[in-house]
């Protein structure tokens, strides 16, 4: 299963949303966003054994 996002920042929301799921029962294996903006949501979801995979990061923005 994945679970997807507009944009990351700290991973905070879609880790509760991680939460409920395998609270439920489910499995995560990735989160699909559109706009990682590299402030440690992908090291957060490692933490977890989840796969971030994102169309752009920060720097696609010149930022």
């Known amino acids: 299963?994945?679970?997807?996002?507009?944009?990351?920042?700290?991973?905070?929301?879609?880790?509760?949303?991680l939460d409920i799921v395998e609270a439920a029962g489910g499995k995560v294996a990735r989160v699909l966003c559109l706009v990682d903006r590299g402030e440690g949501a992908a090291?957060?979801?490692?933490e977890r054994g989840v796969t971030l995979e994102a169309l752009f990061g920060r720097g696609d923005f010149g930022v």
């Open 1 to 17: 299963m994945a679970l997807l996002e507009d944009t990351t920042t700290t991973g905070g929301s879609t880790l509760e949303a």
């Open 43 to 46: 090291e957060a979801f490692a």
